[in-house]
């Protein structure tokens, strides 16, 4: 199995930043994709970013210049940096990625527990 856990969220004031973290452990054979989503009270879970194994990235156009996604393949861990946060960046904010556990299975996708990020105005 893959674990998947997020760090790096708190409370912080409008035009702050953050680097959320997603460190990936267990049974890791191979790794394809990664992204991070978020949930905001009420809403459904979106899309803001995600990248390749190869490392080709995209962030959605609502974040985008504000939004970087990266990763360190050594340590199997992805970041987001958020950069100028707004109130309405408040979310819980998941990882998920999509891994082959062992070279007799099929990928598959596996998800954080979230790390929740507050912005005050």
């Known amino acids: 199995q893959v674990q998947l856990v997020e760090s790096g969220g708190g409370l912080v004031q409008a035009g702050g930043s953050l680097r959320l973290s997603c460190a990936a452990s267990?049974?890791?054979?191979?790794?394809?994709?990664m992204g991070w989503y978020r949930q905001a009270p009420g809403k459904q879970r979106e899309l803001v970013a995600f990248?390749?194994?190869?490392?080709?990235?995209n962030v959605v156009d609502s974040v985008k210049g504000r939004f970087t996604i990266s990763k360190d393949n050594a340590k199997n861990t992805m970041y987001l940096q958020i950069n100028n946060l707004k109130p309405e960046d408040t979310a819980v904010y998941y990882c998920?990625?999509?891994?082959?556990?062992?070279?007799?299975?099929?990928?598959?996708?596996?998800w954080g527990q979230g790390t929740q990020v507050t912005v005050s105005s």
């Open positions: 267990g049974s890791i054979f191979s790794i394809n994709s």
């Open positions: 998920k990625g999509n891994f082959q556990a062992t070279r007799w299975t099929s990928f598959r996708d596996y």
């Open positions: 990248i390749t194994s190869s490392g080709s990235t």
